[in-house]
């Protein structure tokens, strides 16, 4: 393998949200197929502890056109997370690093890195272009996503319990912070767990 095989595209932002809710959209994979205009469908077939494995049904800007694509994720520290895909016979590794800034803000190093040996070198110079803007597209997407799950978390919400009772428990003072942990938790009968391969499909259905 040779250096000049690899592209590499990096892109840095800053957000008014805090690691762990930056990290929880990234693992939230519940919104995939909802926010994002171009996942048709995504499947979970493994999870658990700090990694995940997942098909993706993706649809490219061209009529009719969709492709399947393998997806594996894991967390590897505190504030680095990889995944890993194949998308059109292409391996990318994707890193994003998470920093704090402050509770309430943090900056992302988003990492893109395509091997692209033999004739996939012709998709250099159009992946150079489409990576930041497909880059901008889904942050744009995921921004109220972001902001939406900093204001619940400042008001002390829980996953699966909601917002306290009381209306004087309801601020950012009370909050204990919404620390994140993997996997994150998805309802019973989540949409991504309905691949007659996934784990939890099995279990379900071996009752």
């Known amino acids: 393998m040779r250096e000049s095989d690899i592209l590499e595209v990096e892109i840095i932002k800053e957000i008014n949200c805090s690691k762990e809710v930056a990290l929880w959209n990234y693992w939230d994979h519940e919104h995939l197929d909802v926010v994002h205009e171009g996942y048709k469908k995504s499947d979970i077939l493994y999870d658990k ?4 494995f997942r098909v993706d049904n993706i649809k490219v800007p061209f009529p009719f056109l969709k492709f399947l694509t393998p997806v594996f994720m894991v967390q590897h520290d505190e504030n680095t997370l990889f995944t890993y895909a194949v998308q059109m016979g292409v391996i990318s590794k994707t890193t994003i690093t998470v920093n704090s800034k402050t509770n309430s803000s943090c ?17 250099k110079p159009f992946l150079k272009i489409m990576i930041p803007k497909w880059n901008e597209k889904v942050w744009l997407e995921d921004y109220p996503i972001k902001m939406r799950r900093q204001k619940v978390v400042d008001m002390n919400f829980k996953d699966f319990k909601g917002l306290p009772s009381k209306i004087s428990s309801r601020s950012k003072k009370n ?7 993997l996997p994150v938790p998805r309802p019973i009968n ?7 391969l996934s784990i939890k499909f099995r279990s379900k259905n071996s009752k």
């Open 190 to 196: 989540s949409s991504r767990d309905l691949h007659p």
């Open 107 to 123: 900056e992302i190093i988003m990492n893109y890195k395509f091997f692209l040996n033999g004739w996939r070198k012709i998709l």
């Open 175 to 181: 909050a204990n912070g919404n620390s994140f942990k």
């Open 49 to 52: 502890n700090n990694f995940m």
